[in-house]
Every structure is written in structure tokens, then in C-alpha cells.
């Protein structure tokens, strides 16, 4: 090419910033545009200490202005409604952006189709699904609080279930922190008998111990049927509950259904090891967006995110200068299973899997972490 490259990265989270951050790491003169609704991050792994109190919205809000004129960042607020031309044109609620190059790093959404599904939280939805849980218990003087999560069903790996374990665990010890747990029945409830089966078998173990330890009602490997207000209805019997906590699997955005980009069973983007889009010229995708060969047990996360965006970022310079795009990424999965005072440290990468048991320092490791990851877009 010559002269600065146009580069479009859709989104504005986990993924599409590391690929900022790595695009403008390597390229100095590259025209970075980021079209999302707004110029800000919400660091969600963080919401599960709203109900507690230990977080408030505006702790895990960071505006990105001041980010992006430091990257050097054109910023369109607004929502993508299509692409046209190959990836080279996207079109947005506030007109169309040229490229030549695109990142696609707008998540995924939750598949809603479950019958009665409204009358539950969907916790990973946002900031104000947890303050929305937190109001919820305040108000309670007892009664049933039941939480699960499923799968896309034509895609296993298409699924966010670490953080409805943190949110059982959290509000069991925040009911005993206030004196009245025993008024409360809480009933973990999955299609699978092995739930959080990608964390290694070791690990559900220890979850599935750990719920007995604290007398957590467990209701496994039933399919589930529907929701009702007051109840869970699955194959294997109804649950009461007076509070319903569910995370569905996850499928693409609406709008990839207005492109013909290329997708996955499960409704996903497909992309190669290098995170290209198959078939698409200089266009990738990073994060919950993408479809990815590799193990079926290959998180959505934002630590997976990260290490799609270096990926795809060295990728895509490469390919517009005519090099070989050859960086890859080794599917990791990383994360601290958080309780609200203690962690469980999980690794597991295709050699190996590493389980702690829970730790009182890797609660205070996860709070680090999240000051340290947020420090670079304050």
C-alpha cells in the first residue's frame, strides 16, 4: 500500500481495544476508526461484586476518550447495520465508513428463545442486570434463588457459565455475611451433569463439592423446558423459585444477518487460525464474535479475546503489506473463580490443565488484575 492503511474495528470491548493498542503498537501511521454506540468500556468480569457492594457502576465504566486521542483513534458513535463490498464498506446508523481492513469485535448476544425467558436475569447482559440482582436480594426477606446457565445448542463452546458460578457463590456469602442465609434456598440448576465441563473435570469436581459444602441444591442434566414466573421447568421437574438467575448460550449479533458473511452452526463468524474471516480479503474477527478451530473446551473470555486481537492485528498488517499472515494463538483458558473472598485459579491450555484450591489471595489477585488492565485505558 501506499500511505497510511484504514483500518475499521467494530466494538469496543475487550478484543477491538487490544487490537487498537496492537495496531498501534506496530503501525504508527495506520487511520484507526472504532465505530461503537459509545466511547466507553464497561469491564464487566467485575459486575459479579455489584450485588455485594464491593463494585458500583461507575467503578467499572471508563470513558475511552482520552484513550483514543492518545492511540490516535477516530471514534463513529454509532451501531453497524451492514457491510457491503467485501468488508470494505460498513454500513452504521451514522452513515457509511470505507476501510482497507476490518476487525470484527462486537461480542456476541444471548439466544433468547427459551419460553418465560423474561422472568429471568440474564446477569452477563450488563451493569444493570447486576444492579438489578442487587435490588432484587435487598428486597427479599427469604424465599428460593435459582441460577444456571446453557449452551448454544449447535455451538458447546458458545457459552459464558464462570460467572454464574461466581454469582452463586457471591451471594451465598453475602447472605451469610448478613446474617440470613437460612432463610434462603439457593438451587444451581444445568442441562449437564458436568457443569463448567470446560474447566476440566478436576474443576467441576471441586464446584460441585463446593456447592454441597455451603448446602447448595443442585438440579442437574435435565433439559430445560421453560421459564414461569416463580418457576423453573425443566425435563426432570420444576424448580420454585422467587428469583431466577440464567445465562443462555450465546449466537452472533442481529446485525451479521443482514451480510453474508460467512457463519458457524451456532450463528457465529467463521475465521481461520490467523482469526480471518474465510473467504473475506483483509477482514478478521476476535472474541465472541468469532467461530475458532480449535478444543472444544476454547473459552469465550476476554483473556481469549486479548490473544485473538494480537493475532489478528500482526495478521492484517502483514496482509495489506503482501507478507504471509501467519501468527496464530494458542487457545487459553484463564480465569479466578471468585466467591467474593476467596478464588479458584484456573489454567488449562492444550498441554496442561492447573487448578488452586480456593485462595483468600486469589480474590485480592483478581482485584489486582483488574486495577492493572484497566490502568492502560484510564
Known amino acids: 500500500m501506499t500511505g497510511p492503511a484504514r483500518i475499521t474495528i467494530l466494538g469496543a470491548g475487550f478484543g477491538a481495544l487490544s487490537c487498537v493498542r496492537e495496531l498501534r503498537r506496530r503501525d504508527a501511521r495506520?487511520?484507526?476508526?472504532?465505530?461503537?454506540?459509545?466511547?466507553?468500556?464497561?469491564?464487566?468480569?467485575?459486575?459479579?461484586?455489584?450485588?455485594g457492594g464491593l463494585r458500583r457502576r461507575e467503578d467499572l465504566i471508563v470513558p475511552l476518550a482520552p484513550f483514543f486521542e492518545r492511540m490516535r483513534v477516530r471514534h463513529v458513535a454509532a451501531e453497524v447495520t451492514g457491510l457491503d463490498d467485501g468488508?470494505?464498506?460498513?454500513?452504521?446508523?451514522?452513515?457509511?465508513?470505507?476501510?482497507?481492513?476490518?476487525v470484527i469485535a462486537t461480542g456476541g448476544r444471548f439466544i433468547k428463545k427459551l419460553p418465560g425467558i423474561e422472568h429471568a436475569i440474564t446477569p452477563c447482559e450488563g451493569i444493570a442486570a447486576a444492579e438489578q440482582i442487587r435490588d432484587r436480594l435487598r428486597a427479599m426477606q427469604g424465599g428460593t434463588i435459582a441460577v444456571g446457565f446453557a449452551a448454544n445448542p449447535q455451538e458447546q463452546q458458545a457459552v459464558r457459565g464462570g460467572p454464574m458460578f461466581e454469582f452463586l457463590f457471591g451471594?451465598?456469602?453475602?447472605?451469610?455475611?448478613?446474617?440470613?442465609?437460612e432463610r434462603f434456598e439457593l438451587v444451581f440448576f444445568n442441562p449437564s451433569r458436568e457443569p463448567g465441563a470446560r474447566l476440566g473435570a478436576k474443576t467441576v469436581q471441586g464446584l460441585l463439592a463446593e456447592m454441597a459444602r455451603r448446602g447448595i441444591t443442585t438440579h442437574l442434566g435435565h433439559k430445560?423446558?421453560?421459564?414461569?414466573?416463580?418457576k423453573v421447568v425443566t425435563e426432570g421437574g420444576e424448580?420454585?423459585?422467587?428469583?431466577?438467575?440464567?445465562?443462555p448460550g450465546m449466537t452472533g449479533n442481529a446485525w451479521f444477518d443482514a451480510t453474508t458473511l460467512p457463519r458457524s452452526p451456532g450463528g457465529l463468524v467463521r475465521a481461520d487460525a490467523q482469526c480471518r474471516v474465510e473467504g473475506w480479503q483483509h477482514c478478521y474477527v476476535v472474541g465472541d464474535s468469532g467461530s475458532f478451530p480449535g478444543p472444544d473446551?476454547?473459552?469465550?473470555?476476554?483473556?481469549?479475546a486479548d490473544l485473538h486481537a494480537r493475532a489478528a492485528a500482526q495478521n492484517?498488517?502483514?496482509?495489506?503489506a503482501g507478507?504471509?499472515?501467519?501468527?496464530?494463538?494458542?487457545?487459553?483458558?484463564?480465569?479466578?473463580?471468585?466467591?467474593?473472598?476467596?478464588?479458584?485459579?484456573?489454567?488449562?491450555?492444550?498441554?496442561?490443565?492447573?487448578?488452586?484450591?480456593?485462595?483468600?489471595?486469589?480474590?485480592?489477585?483478581?482485584?489486582?488484575f483488574e486495577r492493572r488492565y484497566l490502568r492502560q485505558y484510564r
Open 239 to 247: 424448580i420454585r423459585a422467587d428469583l431466577i438467575l440464567f445465562m
Open 224 to 230: 430445560m423446558v421453560r421459564l414461569e414466573a416463580g
Open 323 to 368: 507478507r504471509p499472515q501467519q501468527a496464530g494463538f494458542v487457545p487459553e483458558l484463564a480465569c479466578i473463580i471468585d466467591t467474593g473472598t476467596h478464588g479458584t485459579l484456573v489454567l488449562r491450555n492444550p498441554q496442561r490443565t492447573l487448578v488452586l484450591p480456593p485462595l483468600r489471595l486469589m480474590h485480592w489477585a483478581k482485584r489486582a
Open 30 to 51: 495506520a487511520q484507526i476508526t472504532v465505530v461503537a454506540p459509545r466511547a466507553e468500556l464497561h469491564y464487566l468480569p467485575s459486575i459479579i461484586w455489584i450485588p
Open 316 to 320: 492484517l498488517l502483514d496482509g495489506l
Open 297 to 304: 473446551w476454547a473459552p469465550k473470555q476476554a483473556h481469549m
Open 171 to 181: 451471594i451465598d456469602a453475602q447472605l451469610r455475611r448478613e446474617g440470613r442465609r
Open 87 to 102: 468488508g470494505r464498506t460498513v454500513h452504521t446508523t451514522g452513515g457509511a465508513v470505507e476501510n482497507d481492513a476490518l
